[in-house]
């Protein structure tokens, strides 16, 4: 098992697209746009004295809500 840092870009979307970005959008993401997301998470890792290996270097995009029954959540 390894682990991995979790990312949720919408708000991060939206300012590289310059417009709002809701869970109903379909995200659908140019080499440019990930190219941008993965710009302003790296300023923003420098920013806050991130080390090396917290930095974000490669991130999916889905296209639905966190849910129990899509395995995103769990139940307590």
Request: hydrophobic share 45%; net charge neutral; glycine share 6%.
């Amino acid at each position: 098992m390894e682990s991995y840092l979790l990312a949720i870009v919408t708000k991060i979307t939206s300012r590289v697209w310059k417009r709002p970005v809701s869970e109903t959008n379909l995200v659908t993401l140019d080499e440019k746009v990930v190219k941008a997301i993965l710009d302003v998470l790296t300023e923003d890792g420098v920013k806050h004295g991130l080390k090396g290996f917290e930095f974000v270097r490669i991130f999916v995009t889905l296209n639905e809500l966190f849910s129990v029954e899509n395995g995103c959540l769990t139940r307590q």
